[in-house]
């Protein structure tokens, strides 16, 4: 970080005309979200804060979420926007900054803006089903709190139903359970799938998804009317220490039901669209319909900037649709884990149909004009929803884009090569910047002629030709003050909270340099959930190639003590040609790999607990023998070896050129949001 802290700067002509005009090309005159986020409200948290439960906690390392931090936000819906932020960004910033518990219906209650998500607070005959226990235990176990503290009668949590694979509808689980533990008697209920695309999405690019995570949420920016305003999907992302439970009930089939101390839940599956493990939750009894996150108050993302696999438009409208056929005509009620609900049978049907209709016309009209030849930037800046839609809040793009999940849904059919040979086999971009700003007259001229159109408001351009400079000389002072005042007034004009984020933390690491974060501990619930086959292939991820070279070993483990479900007691993995391979002993698999189980340069007798531990750096070779959790017979030397050749990724790493760059931390931020 720089040691003199430039601060963000104001408007310029151009982006407050911008801004000021959206005002006349948009709906304001309909404020019935605002209606909707008030209603039911019954109280808040004391003080707007939560803090955070670490023992060693303190400054604002001790808070998970302050909700005063956005006090300069009016939620009152005739409050102007600032004219350094898109006002229908500033809109969707008042709706998620209405938070406390509310009342959805009778027996159902919601904790709305102390998290990304929602916790949905479901009363049954003597206790209580929670959906969604949020992102981290802090909020979780105040949201709980916060229930209990207007609700005093006795109620204990019979069960927990997660939606989906994401974090932030797990991670706070375990600060709903007394000391953190679940009983024998604990419902654990999750959709097919959902362990293991809970754990493999964050773990085999946790590590980068977790960086461009830090743009896409304004992860360190201020809190401002120049600064961090919303995630578009709710206000911010709680801090603290996310966990996870293994489910001991999974559910399959739409159409399944579960009976819960005498209230009926019913379910419909809607894996690959948000989340590739995914269910809606319908609740006769108060005629009310859990959206999960597959329908929300914005466009959502088929494509996120932090990176993922791309999410399948086709599957999005069709569930939708299926939802509309079995729950609308008999729903009084939608509600969903982000933003507020939707009553009266009629809104809601029509809120599912256009939501529906959204997401399959993105995707039709992609196709279209990819089969006429045009490619996918092209397509990103011709489409555009039809007022029908697009004059719907809740089709506005504060989370995804028209722009950004068009391009997905092209990369989704036809990956990144346009079929245009110059884009075959580019040069690397620091060679190709370098040649750029040879052959346009070097960088100062090139930065002297980007002021110009920066001064006529060209900031797409002006940050188009100044990366190229920065690409070749990082160090060029006059070029990244200026692209980072480009960058700055396209995020002061950005409607999505998430394109703002992307651009105003650019521009502070362009200024500022990259923060200094210190990692804290690991937390291990995450880790513990993997199987030992995502256990080896993240072990030939992180395995460097180029140290490997040469190497042709293989490494017998065999596993004692306990083991999670399908667990092989032996593994044998081999290093050669430069990469991981490994063949589970176990079944069928022993059987066709045989020979490789019954050969090895050393044999490795760990705990499963251990051999973790081991993986995520939490203790070495020399330790793990004695305490007595690992055994090695024969050559000893290869396992010293392979540990030494995994690479530790660092997870403070420049995403623009920087020169202040300092690479730390540890390998320990792999298992983010």
């Not at 007034?489 to 502070?508: C, D, F, H, V």
């Not at 291990?524 to 256990?535: F, R, S």
């Not at 176990?586 to 066709?592: F, I, L, P, S």
């Amino acid at each position: 970080m720089a040691s003199h802290f430039v601060p963000p700067k104001a408007a310029s002509s151009f982006t407050k005309t911008i801004n000021a005009n959206a005002v006349h090309n948009l709906p304001f005159h309909n404020t019935q979200d605002f209606a909707d986020a008030n209603r039911g409200f019954i109280g808040d948290i004391p003080g707007r804060m939560i803090p955070h439960g670490g023992p060693d906690a303190t400054g604002p390392a001790a808070i998970a979420i302050d909700l005063k931090d956005y006090n300069f936000i009016d939620s009152n819906p005739s409050a102007s926007a600032p004219d350094t932020v898109h006002p229908s960004l500033w809109r969707q910033a008042q709706l998620n900054g209405i938070a406390g518990l509310f009342k959805v219906c009778e027996g159902i209650y919601q904790v709305r803006g102390y998290d990304l998500s929602n916790m949905t607070i479901v009363e049954t005959n003597t206790g209580l089903v929670l959906i969604d226990p949020l992102l981290v235990v802090e909020s979780a176990r105040a949201a709980l709190a916060l229930y209990h503290a207007h609700f005093p009668a006795k109620r204990t949590v019979h069960a927990i139903l997660i939606t989906h694979s994401h974090v932030d509808h797990f991670g706070g689980i375990r600060g709903v359970l007394p000391n953190g533990e679940p009983d024998d008697k604990l419902q654990i209920i999750a959709p097919e799938g959902f362990l293991h695309h809970a754990v493999s999405e964050n773990v085999f690019a946790g590590n980068v998804m977790s960086r461009r995570s830090h743009y896409m949420y304004g992860a360190f920016l201020h809190k401002s009317v120049r600064g961090h305003v919303d995630v578009g999907l709710g206000k911010a992302l709680a801090q603290g220490r996310s966990t996870l439970l293994s489910p001991n009930d999974m559910v399959s089939t739409t159409g399944e039901k579960r009976r819960i101390d005498g209230l009926e839940f019913e379910f419909q599956m809607a894996n690959g669209t948000e989340a590739p493990s995914e269910m809606l939750i319908y609740i006769k009894k108060y005629r009310a319909l859990c959206g999960a996150e597959v329908i929300t108050h914005t466009m959502h993302n088929l494509y996120t900037l932090r990176g993922a696999e791309i999410r399948d438009a086709v599957q999005w409208w069709k569930t939708i649709h299926e939802t509309i056929k079995l729950f609308s005509h008999k729903t009084d009620v939608l509600f969903a884990q982000h933003h507020w609900p939707i009553w009266e049978q009629q809104n809601v049907e029509l809120f599912l149909a256009k939501q529906r209709d959204m997401y399959k016309f993105l995707h039709d009209q992609t196709l279209r004009l990819m089969n006429h030849g045009m490619g996918s930037v092209d397509i990103a800046n011709t489409i555009e929803l039809p007022e029908t839609l697009a004059n719907e809040w809740y089709n506005r793009g504060y989370y995804g884009t028209t722009s950004h999940n068009v391009r997905g849904i092209y990369q989704r059919y036809l990956g990144f090569y346009s079929s245009n040979p110059a884009d075959l086999d580019p040069l690397p971009p620091v060679e190709a910047a370098k040649k750029y700003v040879d052959f346009m007259g070097g960088s100062d001229l090139i930065t002297q002629r980007a002021q110009e159109c920066y001064l006529k408001g060209d900031y797409r351009w002006v940050a188009t030709v100044l990366n190229h400079v920065i690409q070749a000389e990082p160090s060029h002072k006059a070029a990244r003050g200026l692209l980072a005042d480009a960058f700055e007034q396209l995020g002061y004009q950005s409607e999505a909270a998430t394109w703002r984020n992307e651009y105003l933390s650019a521009t502070s690491e362009l200024r500022n340099g990259i923060p200094d974060v210190e990692e804290g501990p690991q937390e291990m619930d995450m880790a513990a959930g993997m199987t030992l086959e995502m256990l080896f292939d993240y072990l030939g991820i992180r395995l460097n190639g180029p140290k490997a070279k040469g190497a042709d070993f293989s490494i017998d483990f065999r596993f004692v003590g306990p083991l999670a479900d399908g667990d092989p007691r032996r593994v044998v993995a081999s290093v050669q040609n430069s990469c991981l391979i490994y063949s589970m002993c176990q079944g069928v698999e022993a059987e066709a790999f045989k020979e490789d189980c019954g050969r090895s340069d050393a044999v490795v007798d760990v705990t499963r607990t251990v051999f973790i531990d081991l993986c995520y750096g939490l203790v070495t070779i020399e330790q793990a023998m004695a305490d007595g959790g690992m055994t090695i017979e024969g050559n000893e030397q290869v396992v010293v070896q392979l540990m030494s050749w995994l690479d530790v990724f660092k997870p403070m790493f420049p995403l623009v050129p920087n020169v202040n760059f300092a690479a730390g931390g540890h390998i320990r931020s792999a298992f983010r949001l």
